[in-house]
């Protein structure tokens, strides 16, 4: 997030988790099954941690220095690195959509080669980035059939888990073959896989993960107002769907610790639900 976001955006609320210990402490007390975070915040502190909770080191990340702005997803470590701290995954993003995407692609398949080769797992942020998905006023970066198909190139490199945004609208493809000829879809892709239902159009993401073969984890998005209820929101819409859960980082870190480990336990507790079952 100290990259991603800035770290004066991500921590000012909250300064506490300037230092890395806290971030670690705070999933080890939500009970959380893994802690993913940067080269540094998580070697900063392996030597006491690493095998008391599973790292995730996040090797590449988009960096908001440079002016103006630039959106590259680039490599800030490897998977040696992470190997040698004692993480037990590595993970990475890319910019599907993007004009650098194919380089992030052929850099990321082979980090993933290298970490199953190690024994190490692979988490994929597959996220789109494209100025050309905003039309008519609705934002196509969170259209189950763009990111569904951002999913299956994500496993396709072999991603073990799929991060996801929660999808909000559909026909992206419709929309972006309005002015121009782009991509391939079906109509059956609107008529007979998916509705306008938030499960449905998150099961979408789950079909395109090998019918959900690989897992699918949604983001638990920013922090703001309601953050408990969206949060238990977006993980009853995830598990109904057939996901396996989501990664939660602001609307957690960026409140006091107990709240925040309140809102990690509130998304376990859907998933530990025997009612909250696959719609």
Known sequence: QGIEHSAGASFAPNPIYFDPENIVKLAIEGGCNAVASTLGVLGSVARKYAHKIPFIVKINHNELLTYPNTYDQILFANVKQAFELGATAIGATIYFGSKESDRQIVEISKAFHEA??????????????????????????VSADLTGQANHLGVTIEADIVKQKLPQINGGYTALNEEEKYGKFSKKMYTDLVSDHPIDLARYQVVNNYMGRIGLINSGGPSGENDLANAVKTAVINKRAGGMGLISGRKAFQKPMKEGIEILNAIQDVYLCNEITVA
């Open 116 to 141: 199953h080769e190690l024994g190490m797992a692979t988490v994929l942020w597959a996220y789109l980035r494209n100025n050309a998905f905003v039309r008519n006023g609705k934002d196509y970066h």
